[in-house]
């Protein structure tokens, strides 16, 4: 059974606007959620994170929402550029090793 | 600052065969923790090492066994593989943390 889940396999959207990628989680007990990038022929690289305590963290043109009630986080890139094209995962962790999500493709079109 | 490098790039293995994957820590780092990438799929959590001790295994089965040696680097090694074993093998270290992992780029297992 999937902990994390990120339903959206694929997002295009236009260079300068905003890319908004999802992510729900099921274990009330995760405490801590990451956002990683992951270029072909790459590892997966850390972008941002977010403990259970905040609501928000921003980190340039990147910002991390947490809903706990509903147990979703979103991450937002603004504007959006084609360097970002890539697959991002969503992970989470409550004492435990990470768990990712199966990720979403992002596709920034010029 | 040297990240984390992993060896082989690609490998082609038959069934019933067994595989070792290298993996070597970012620099002073004390842990590392190994994945596996189906198709499709997110990283799943295999085993972590902590000062070449196993500290904490994922839902795979013992036939999936690792080191890790003084230097932090580590080993993965498979027995018996099958063909279900077809992934990306993605190592990363950290300082102890959980949370702060620094991948490397991975080692592409293929089964026939």
């Known amino acids: 059974d999937q902990q994390v889940k990120q339903n959206s396999p694929s997002l295009s959207v236009q260079e300068g606007r905003i890319s908004i990628l999802n992510c729900d989680y099921t274990?009330?007990?995760?405490?801590?959620f990451l956002w990683y990038k992951k270029y072909p022929a790459e590892g997966p690289t850390f972008l941002i994170s977010i403990s259970s305590i905040k609501d928000k963290n921003e980190d340039g043109r990147f910002t991390v929402f947490l809903n706990k009630s509903a147990k979703h986080l979103s991450l937002h890139i603004v504007p959006s550029q084609p360097g970002d094209s890539a697959v991002y995962f969503c992970?989470?962790?409550?004492?435990?090793?990470?768990?990712f999500g199966k990720g979403t493709r992002l596709s920034v079109i010029a | 600052e040297t990240g984390v490098t992993q060896s082989p790039t690609h490998l082609i293995k038959t069934r019933g065969q067994q595989v070792t994957l290298r993996c070597s820590s970012q620099s002073g780092h004390n842990t590392v923790s190994w994945y596996q990438q189906a198709l499709g799929q997110g990283p799943q959590f295999i085993f972590q090492?902590?000062?070449?001790?196993?500290?904490g295994r994922g839902n795979f089965p013992p036939r999936f066994s690792g080191l890790q040696f003084p230097n932090y680097s580590s080993e993965l090694n498979v027995n018996a593989l099958e063909l279900d074993d077809s992934a990306l093998y993605l190592c990363?270290?950290?300082?102890?943390?959980?949370?702060?992992?620094?991948f490397g780029p991975g080692t592409r297992l293929t089964v026939l």
């Open positions: 992970a989470a962790s409550g004492n435990t090793p990470l768990v």
């Open positions: 274990n009330s007990m995760f405490d801590y």
């Open positions: 990363a270290s950290s300082l102890g943390e959980v949370y702060e992992q620094f």
């Open positions: 090492y902590y000062r070449e001790e196993e500290n």
